[in-house]
């Protein structure tokens, strides 16, 4: 598919209309005019699944009741995961006799234990995509993109966090909560918080430094109702560079719909970040701080590819969506190349080793092999 000029046509799996990130990766997709969806198993009940068709403005029949359908109806060129994540697995695995890139909605999976199951069925080099949105945002790669200069000097300290109260700021209909998906309220190797909310944060470190966790130690706690889960993570420890780290991930922070956050402290100077202003990266020298955007940046973020619409219009988070679809797009088209970040099995086996370690031990050290 090298050097491929026309829009690349999407199956998906899951993303019906009562997904939560369905409309989401569709509106994302759709975007740029790189993809053509031609139809899915949104939902695993066929009547669902036709409806979403139809919400998606796509003929009825195009909502299948099994994947062999999709590709027997059509020629896809990209399949796309977008089930709840104790099911990822599975359906990445049904995918691997089609032998296609795939698109998975992050945490790709559950444990290493399914990963490494995963391993068998694909080659090393099979295009897996994963999606962490947050780290689509123009400033974001801005950020990034001053870090790998070097200009702020060596990173000695990181700090990430994302606070939520979606746990504990239950929204209630005729005296009854309404309450999580059931499957957000169980448990597994790697308590939900952390593959919810803490591969976000995790890989939003990787992301932007460009460095690896060498060591940690963590917890977990439960701060709300729902008590036969953890809701809450406190992290802390050392990248491969020395610098330190420490991340706090929840769901029990009243008034809080989205802290996510990160700061990078460096030798001459440091970069802040935050979900809430994300049109904004706060940049901090030893004469004061300075508010830089997307026309004030200088390496990333003013590129075309980030101003769809005229700076000063913000881009949002289905703009951030979009910005790794074009990612997709172009690594499908002209080769993907190790070390890719969307390339995904190298940062899910990362974010996994660490999450289980703390999950299983209360710590994780980098093995040197």
């Not at 899915?40 to 299948?64: C, M, T, W």
Request: aromatic share 10%; glycine share 8%; net charge neutral.
């Amino acid at each position: 598919m090298s050097n491929l000029k026309r829009r690349l046509n999407v199956g998906l799996i899951g993303g019906g209309i009562s997904s939560v990130a369905g409309k989401v990766h569709i509106a994302a997709m759709r975007m740029d005019g790189l993809f053509e969806i031609v139809g899915g198993v949104f939902s695993s009940n066929s009547d669902i699944s036709k409806k979403s068709a139809e919400s998606y403005g796509l003929e009825s029949r195009k909502g299948y009741s099994s994947i062999s359908d999709i590709f027997a109806h059509n020629e896809v060129d990209l399949m796309v995961v977008l089930t709840p994540t104790p099911l990822h697995a599975d359906h990445i695995r049904s995918l691997a006799e089609y032998n296609i890139p795939i698109v998975c909605e992050k945490p790709m999976f559950s444990c290493l234990s399914e990963l490494s199951e995963i391993d068998t069925y694909f080659k090393d080099d099979h295009p897996l995509f994963v999606t962490y949105n947050y780290t689509g945002y123009p400033m974001v790669r801005e950020a990034r993109s001053m870090l790998k200069t070097g200009d702020l000097g060596k990173i000695i300290q990181v700090a990430a966090e994302m606070p939520q109260d979606s746990f504990i700021d239950v929204e209630m209909q005729h005296g009854s909560p309404i309450l999580p998906q059931p499957w957000r309220l169980k448990d597994s190797v790697i308590p939900n918080i952390a593959l919810d909310l803490g591969s976000h944060v995790v890989q939003m470190i990787r992301f932007t430094t460009g460095v690896e966790f060498r060591c940690a130690s963590g917890f977990f706690s439960n701060h709300t109702m729902f008590a036969n889960i953890k809701d809450t993570l406190h992290m802390s420890g050392k990248l491969t560079n020395d610098a330190s780290f420490n991340v706090w991930v929840t769901k029990a922070a009243y008034g809080v719909r989205n802290g996510l956050k990160i700061r990078v402290f460096c030798e001459h100077g440091s970069i802040s970040w935050s979900q809430n202003n994300c049109e904004q990266l706060l940049l901090g020298t030893p004469k004061g701080q300075v508010l830089l955007d997307r026309k004030s940046s200088k390496r990333e973020a003013n590129l075309k590819r980030y101003n769809r619409m005229k700076i000063g219009h913000p881009a949002g988070f289905i703009e951030a969506f979009a910005n790794h679809y074009i990612d997709i797009y172009e690594a499908i088209c002209k080769g993907y190349r190790d070390g890719d970040f969307i390339f995904a099995r190298g940062a899910v086996r990362e974010e996994l080793n660490l999450l289980e370690g703390i999950s299983r031990n209360g710590h994780y050290e980098r093995s040197c092999t």
